[in-house]
Nanobody, 121 residues
Framework: QVQLVESGGGLVQAGGSLRLSCVAS????????MGWYRQVPGKRRELVAA???????NYTDSVKGRFTISRDNAKNTVYLQMNSLKPDDTAVYYC???????????????WGQGTQVTVSS
């Protein structure tokens, strides 16, 4: 079993900050990439930011310069520091991890349950 548990969502005013955390636990051999996605009702889930095990990062254009993704490999944890938040950032944020459960297994993606981020104007 593998579990991803997110925390840190909430309600914040425009211009404010939030920090999301996601811990992966269970039967894990190695974690390749970890990332954050977000989804609003009626729209597709979109990638916000991702980070490889080596620390290479990727951001969607709308959050560049405002959000920072980081990870602690020893703790199987990924973070998303969100600054200068805008109402358009309001969404459910999901953590994703691309991982292997055994040395000989294939990598597959796992999802957290999601955490709500609401930015008021």
């Amino acid at each position: 079993q593998v579990q991803l548990v997110e925390s840190g969502g909430g309600l914040v005013q425009a211009g404010g900050s939030l920090r999301l955390s996601c811990v992966a636990s269970g039967s894990i051999f190695s974690i390749n990439a970890m990332g954050w996605y977000r989804q609003v009702p009626g729209k597709r889930r979109e990638l916000v930011a991702a980070i490889t095990s080596g620390g290479t990062t990727n951001y969607t254009d709308s959050v560049k310069g405002r959000f920072t993704i980081s990870r602690d490999n020893a703790k199987n944890t990924v973070y998303l520091q969100m600054n200068s938040l805008k109402p358009d950032d309001t969404a459910v944020y999901y953590c994703n991890a691309l991982l292997k459960r055994t040395a000989w297994g294939m990598s597959r993606g796992y999802w957290g349950q999601g955490t709500q981020v609401t930015v008021s104007s």
